[in-house]
């Protein structure tokens, strides 16, 4: 019954805190209730026994992307943001396409079925402590995926710094 | 184990739920208690200390040797008008103090003061202080651009790029600490120090601590680190259009802040609530002084190391914090972290 509750109180919370943040006239508000998003998110991996994700959720996306959001949207003018209408003229078709997208979801949820058993039952973690399981499975298991997917990211974070650089006179 | 902790084992460790809910709160409350009491305190002597260093007396006036000072301080600021600009955003004004103490003070949570005495025992409890370490950012961005002031604004503009970047240099730092432990808990890691004979992973990991401390006067906003609140060029940074009682909040949570990040120096590199055990070794009645007397004092060592280095250093400027934080320290800590795996391999 009370993980069931937890669950509970968490979609709803996290639905309801989505829609707030999509309807805040003040971006930089919008941002704080994000926050409390993330809070949540966090809250329901500590749910799943996934410490570590809990605390990286944390870490990674509220205390770097989020911030950095919050960097930038401080920067603009927010009584020109707060002036502005809040849908733009094309509302319809994007309520069309949500519309479709849920209802696709809903019907999608009715023909899920368990998957298979992996070897990391709930017990297996608990015993291991979750950072370890996940640090196994990363860097043993799939330590090629991982180090591809470092790559990746690695080129986005030069190309970020190209595109933001701005040439300079020869010497300067 | 000594007669003060014979006394609170049962205690520690009763059988019902409400028994442990129960020890849960007296624990926090004893935490709290005891952190603000320091923090009234660290004020009084940071005036004291820093004032013997400039050669005058510091606070004389209010009680033996200006003793009661804090206490005059608080009733004061308790009793001052809680002024809010007109221009202000009012909800994320009021908010921004208290998101700023609650990050330094939920950090307390998981903190072992001494053996078996920790509020939560989690695994991943060093990443729990770095997560709570990075929200101290929000109470300050929020403060600058709530204020509605280009003052606050520079300093919350600067604070949380300060604090992103030199968080970076935090968390590398730490990583050293947990090669070595193999563990993300601080009891654990605790323990894992006294494993070896100098009982302190700040020899082999000298280099992590001056990063971490390093970076611990950044996040904290301490001088030579203190752009966010500069008196000479913004006034006060991102508290300038806060009074009384909210004003007093962020001075509290900076001094919690610097209580958190002494805490986080001594369970990582000063071996925690333990001495070396070459020290029991040779001087064997050491083994019975209870382990908070020896936290207590590598934590007032470090935060006395904060107020020496504030009247020592002065400010750096802007573009030179920057470049302190990404240039060297971030590189000297994956320095740091390739030669300690290293090690621990060949081992």
Same mark, same amino acid.
């Given at each position: 019954?009370?993980?069931?509750?937890?669950?509970?109180?968490?979609?709803?919370?996290?639905?309801?805190?989505?829609?707030?943040?999509?309807?805040?006239?003040?971006? +930089?508000?919008?941002?704080?209730?994000?926050? +409390?998003?993330?809070?949540?998110?966090?809250?329901?991996?500590?749910?799943?026994?996934?410490?570590?994700?809990?605390?990286?959720?944390?870490?990674?996306?509220?205390?770097?992307?989020? +911030?950095?959001?919050?960097?930038?949207?401080?920067?603009?003018?927010?009584?020109?943001?707060?002036?502005?209408?809040?849908?733009?003229?094309?509302?319809?078709?994007?309520?069309?396409?949500?519309?479709?997208?849920?209802?696709?979801?809903?019907?999608?949820?009715?023909?899920?079925?368990?998957?298979?058993?992996?070897?990391?039952?709930?017990?297996?973690?608990?015993?291991?402590?979750?950072?370890?399981?996940?640090?196994? +499975?990363?860097?043993?298991?799939?330590?090629?995926?991982?180090?591809?997917?470092?790559?990746?990211?690695?080129?986005?974070?030069?190309?970020?710094?190209?595109?933001?650089?701005?040439?300079?006179?020869?010497?300067? | 184990?000594?007669?003060? @902790?014979?006394?609170?084992?049962?205690?520690?460790?009763?059988?019902?739920?409400?028994?442990?809910?129960?020890?849960?709160?007296?624990?926090?409350?004893?935490?709290?208690?005891?952190?603000?009491?320091?923090?009234?305190?660290?004020?009084?002597?940071?005036?004291?200390?820093?004032?013997?260093?400039?050669?005058?007396?510091?606070?004389?006036?209010?009680?033996?040797?200006?003793?009661?000072?804090?206490?005059?301080?608080?009733?004061?600021?308790?009793?001052?008008?809680?002024?809010?600009?007109?221009?202000?955003?009012?909800?994320?004004?009021?908010?921004?103090?208290?998101?700023?103490?609650?990050?330094?003070?939920?950090?307390?949570?998981?903190?072992?003061?001494?053996?078996?005495?920790?509020?939560?025992?989690?695994?991943?409890?060093?990443?729990?202080?770095?997560?709570?370490?990075?929200?101290?950012?929000?109470?300050?961005?929020?403060?600058?651009?709530?204020?509605?002031?280009?003052?606050?604004?520079?300093?919350?503009?600067?604070?949380?790029?300060?604090?992103?970047?030199? @968080?970076?240099?935090?968390?590398?730092?730490?990583?050293?600490?947990?090669?070595?432990?193999?563990?993300?808990?601080?009891?654990?890691?605790?323990?894992?120090?006294?494993?070896?004979?100098?009982?302190?992973?700040?020899?082999?990991?000298?280099?992590?601590?001056?990063?971490?401390?390093?970076?611990?006067?950044?996040?904290?906003?301490?001088?030579?680190?203190?752009?966010?609140?500069?008196?000479?060029?913004?006034?006060?940074?991102?508290?300038?259009? /806060?009074?009384?009682?909210?004003?007093?909040?962020?001075?509290?949570? @900076?001094?919690?802040?610097?209580?958190?990040?002494?805490?986080?120096?001594?369970?990582?590199?000063?071996?925690?609530?333990?001495?070396?055990?070459?020290?029991?070794?040779?001087?064997?009645?050491?083994?019975?002084?209870?382990?908070?007397?020896?936290?207590?004092?590598?934590?007032?060592?470090?935060?006395?190391?904060?107020?020496?280095?504030?009247?020592?250093?002065?400010?750096?400027? /802007?573009?030179?914090?920057?470049?302190?934080?990404?240039?060297?320290?971030?590189?000297?800590?994956?320095?740091?972290?390739?030669?300690?795996?290293?090690?621990?391999?060949?081992?």
């Amino acid at each position: 019954m009370l993980p069931i509750l937890f669950f509970l109180y968490h979609a709803v919370v996290i639905i309801a805190l989505s829609v707030v943040i999509i309807t805040r006239r003040n971006p +930089v508000h919008s941002v704080l209730w994000m926050l +409390v998003l993330f809070f949540h998110i966090a809250s329901l991996y500590l749910f799943l026994n996934a410490e570590f994700l809990a605390a990286v959720q944390i870490i990674l996306y509220a205390g770097a992307i989020l +911030v950095l959001f919050l960097f930038v949207i401080m920067m603009l003018n927010i009584k020109h943001e707060l002036n502005a209408d809040i849908c733009i003229g094309e509302w319809p078709i994007g309520v069309a396409i949500g519309l479709s997208v849920m209802t696709l979801v809903i019907l999608g949820i009715g023909k899920f079925s368990h998957g298979p058993m992996g070897q990391a039952s709930i017990e297996a973690v608990k015993a291991e402590t979750h950072t370890k399981a996940l640090g196994r +499975v990363l860097y043993m298991d799939y330590l090629f995926p991982f180090e591809i997917a470092s790559i990746i990211l690695l080129i986005a974070i030069v190309g970020a710094i190209v595109l933001a650089k701005k040439e300079k006179a020869s010497g300067g | 184990m000594n007669i003060i @902790e014979t006394m609170i084992y049962p205690i520690l460790y009763p059988d019902t739920i409400i028994g442990v809910v129960a020890v849960i709160l007296v624990k926090i409350a004893l935490v709290l208690g005891v952190t603000m009491l320091h923090v009234a305190y660290a004020t009084y002597f940071e005036r004291k200390v820093i004032g013997h260093m400039q050669v005058r007396m510091g606070p004389m006036r209010v009680g033996y040797h200006g003793l009661l000072q804090p206490i005059a301080d608080g009733i004061k600021l308790f009793f001052k008008e809680d002024l809010i600009p007109a221009a202000a955003d009012r909800t994320v004004f009021q908010l921004a103090p208290i998101v700023m103490l609650f990050a330094a003070m939920s950090s307390l949570a998981v903190i072992p003061f001494f053996d078996g005495f920790i509020i939560a025992d989690i695994n991943v409890g060093l990443l729990y202080l770095l997560a709570m370490s990075s929200l101290g950012a929000y109470g300050l961005v929020m403060a600058g651009w709530a204020s509605n002031s280009k003052y606050s604004f520079l300093g919350g503009l600067r604070s949380s790029s300060q604090i992103i970047s030199y @968080e970076i240099a935090v968390g590398l730092s730490l990583v050293g600490v947990m090669i070595m432990s193999s563990s993300l808990n601080p009891k654990e890691i605790v323990l894992a120090q006294q494993q070896h004979w100098y009982g302190m992973y700040l020899f082999p990991q000298f280099l992590g601590y001056f990063i971490f401390m390093v970076g611990a006067f950044a996040e904290t906003n301490r001088t030579p680190f203190d752009l966010p609140e500069a008196e000479t060029e913004l006034v006060a940074g991102y508290f300038v259009e /806060y009074s009384g009682m909210r004003f007093s909040l962020f001075f509290v949570a @900076e001094y919690v802040g610097m209580i958190v990040m002494s805490a986080i120096a001594v369970t990582c590199f000063w071996g925690g609530w333990s001495i070396p055990p070459i020290f029991i070794k040779v001087i064997p009645p050491l083994a019975a002084v209870p382990g908070i007397i020896w936290f207590v004092l590598k934590i007032y060592i470090h935060v006395f190391l904060f107020y020496w280095v504030r009247a020592t250093l002065p400010r750096y400027r /802007y573009d030179h914090l920057m470049a302190l934080g990404w240039k060297v320290l971030i590189p000297l800590a994956l320095l740091n972290i390739v030669v300690t795996a290293i090690i621990k391999f060949m081992n």
